[in-house]
């Protein structure tokens, strides 16, 4: 069990207002958040999971909800989407922008999900966040189906620092954006997760992110 009084990780501390929204990241980043998105569809629709009669989903720290939002706009309606977010005073937020969908309240590393529960599980720009990524990996391990998968993004690196730099941003941390406290390139995110995780079915690296479709060895 993860000791939360020793995490570095302050998550209620950092500012997701509008994070995928053209209001908080102007015209340019909106494109690539659209970007972003449509290589998220892709990876959905290679899965072929939505043929599925039906299919339990979620998306682990979903913020205030705005991914969420996304998330339901591109998911036909056999898909049975909720979400759960760790910090408490974001979980009313997420809720009013994504009316009748259930949210929890939980960190993911101790999630309130049954064992192999979920067809699929979004983890979008979280991992990075966390002190023990390796730890949230195996409890979605746990909640996710033995037939399920992963669609996981993450900020790639160096680019993502660089980009930063570019347009002035955390200078004084390199480009690092507070709150980072991991950084993969897509190839040592694959290597990680081939580790920690299972396989890797298919991968798309939409300008600054690397995203995979990822599911459980055989023998789960």
């Not at 501390?13 to 449509?38: R, V, W």
């Not at 660089?162 to 690092?176: A, C, D, E, P, V």
């Not at 992110?209 to 789960?220: E, G």
């Amino acid at each position: 069990m993860t000791d939360k009084k020793k995490l570095k990780a302050k998550p209620e501390t950092e500012d997701f207002a509008h994070k995928y929204t053209e209001e908080g990241q102007g015209k340019i980043g909106s494109k690539l958040i659209d970007n972003y998105f449509n290589s998220v569809q892709d990876l959905v629709s290679d899965s072929g999971i939505t043929e599925r009669k039906k299919v339990e989903a979620i998306e682990l720290g979903c913020g205030e909800g705005f991914s969420t939002i996304r998330l339901r706009e591109m998911l036909p309606k056999n898909v049975n989407l909720q979400a759960s977010e760790y910090v408490d005073a974001l979980v009313p937020k997420a809720k009013k922008n994504n009316p009748g969908v259930k949210f929890t309240q939980e960190s993911v590393y101790e999630t309130k999900h049954n064992d192999n529960q979920f067809d699929l599980i979004f983890l979008l720009e979280v991992l990075e966040h966390l002190d023990y990524p390796a730890e949230a990996l195996a409890e979605i391990a746990r909640i996710l189906k033995p037939d399920g998968y992963l669609i996981l993004g993450v900020p790639r690196e160096p680019i993502w620092c660089t980009l930063n730099m570019l347009r002035g941003k955390y200078i004084t941390h390199f480009g690092n954006t507070p709150g980072h406290f991991n950084h993969w390139s897509t190839y040592t995110l694959q290597k990680y997760l081939k580790k920690n995780f299972g396989k890797i079915i298919a991968k798309k690296t939409p300008l600054p992110w690397t995203i995979v479709l990822a599911q459980l060895p055989i023998n789960k």
